[in-house]
């Protein structure tokens, strides 16, 4: 899996334990933290082609505005320690990053395999409640994560749940474009797989996903390409009428066959009604309809919801949202057209 290369020594840790993941673009190790005997960091190592340009701007941009946002010191927001460099000369010039974050003990993905009869339905409450407060707080500050899914929430032992890269996504897609590979389809809502501008809905269509995947113990929309992914959600929720199909979409709805919506509740068995209502309201075609990361933590689902282990996120936060799709700007994702 992971490559052996040592991250980068830098001031916060410089002894790798062990490689934890590894991603198309990177490895994650877990580390010893030497300001912190005992306690560890994880390092992720990021290796960069620099051409005639030098780094990438849109690199030096984003990695700023992750320390920016650690600021705030969310609760549902992986900490960012540090961060450093070195580059490589050869032939080919790289940058090799080394960017440094709270350990957390797993992600949501290994979570879920530590239950293989399911999860009660009150930790799955908690959970989702605690991902819509970190994407509420990151669609306060006008930052979509564009890849919320299991492997990216990170839980501790004490059960708090952490967004994890995010931003970075687009990081490593300068100069290409995402593929399957990269980024995970099952989790897209249906105007990124049609080619339409979105916003931070695009956020809230994944963790509806992921509501669902708790309760189901398995993916609710396992396509296996950008078609069949489109079809599984017109399968599930029916032909969109025009008025809901995006406008600016160079995908025609003409091009699907028309089919009656599935029944919801018969996907995610066990779930109340109340948490159904709001499900629903997550996984709503129409980017415009879609309930926002704010409303949908205020939904009643929450009101009976087992311990306050993690707060509502400052009013401040709450306040900044005054439209339920903010466009995606900070981060530098794609650029999303003004509604
Ligand atoms: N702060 C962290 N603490 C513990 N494990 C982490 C941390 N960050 C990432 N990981 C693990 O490493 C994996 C890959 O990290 P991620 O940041 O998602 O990089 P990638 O771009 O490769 O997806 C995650 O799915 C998770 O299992
Ligand atoms: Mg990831």
């Known amino acids: ?175 290409r474009r995402l593929t399957d590979k990269v980024v995970t389809l099952r989790y897209r809502s249906p105007e990124v797989l049609l080619n339409s501008s979105y916003g931070s809905a695009v956020d809230v269509w994944s963790v509806g996903c992921i509501f669902a995947e708790l309760i189901r113990m398995e993916q609710l929309l396992p396509g296996t390409s950008e078609r069949d992914q489109l079809e599984q959600i017109l399968n599930l929720l029916g032909t969109p009428s025009e008025e809901q199909w995006p406008r600016d979409s160079p995908i025609l709805p003409q091009s699907f066959v028309s089919r009656p919506p599935m029944n919801l509740e018969e996907l995610v068995p066990g779930l109340d009604p109340v948490g159904l209502s709001l499900l629903k309201k997550m996984l709503i075609f129409d980017q415009h309809d879609r309930i926002s990361a704010n409303d949908a933590a205020r939904h009643p689902y929450f009101e009976n919801r087992p311990l306050p282990a993690i707060e509502f996120p400052p009013s401040r936060n709450l306040n900044a949202i005054s439209s339920p799709n903010v466009p995606a700007a900070s981060l530098g994702h794609r650029p999303v057209a003004q509604t």
């Open 1 to 175: 899996m992971a490559s052996p290369d040592p991250p980068v020594p830098h001031g916060r840790s410089n002894q790798a334990v062990k490689a934890i993941g590894s991603g198309a673009y990177g490895t994650v190790y877990k580390a010893n933290d030497i300001s912190q005997p005992g306690k560890f960091v994880a390092l992720k190592k990021i290796r960069i082609p620099i051409d005639e340009n030098g780094i990438p701007i849109s690199i030096l941009r984003e990695v700023a505005l992750v320390r920016q946002l650690d600021r705030f010191e969310h609760p549902n927001i992986v900490r960012f320690l540090d961060v450093c460099h070195r580059s490589e000369l050869g032939s080919e010039q790289h940058l090799q990053l080394c960017l440094v974050f709270e350990f957390v003990e797993m992600d949501l993905a290994k979570y879920i395999r530590r239950y293989p009869g399911g999860l009660p339905s009150t930790k799955v409450k908690d959970i989702v409640f605690q991902v819509l407060c970190g994407v509420d707080f990151l669609h306060s500050q006008r930052i979509v994560h564009m890849d919320l899914k299991p492997p990216n929430l990170l839980i501790s032992e004490a059960g708090q749940v952490k967004l994890a890269d995010f931003g970075l996504a687009k990081v490593y897609d300068f100069g």
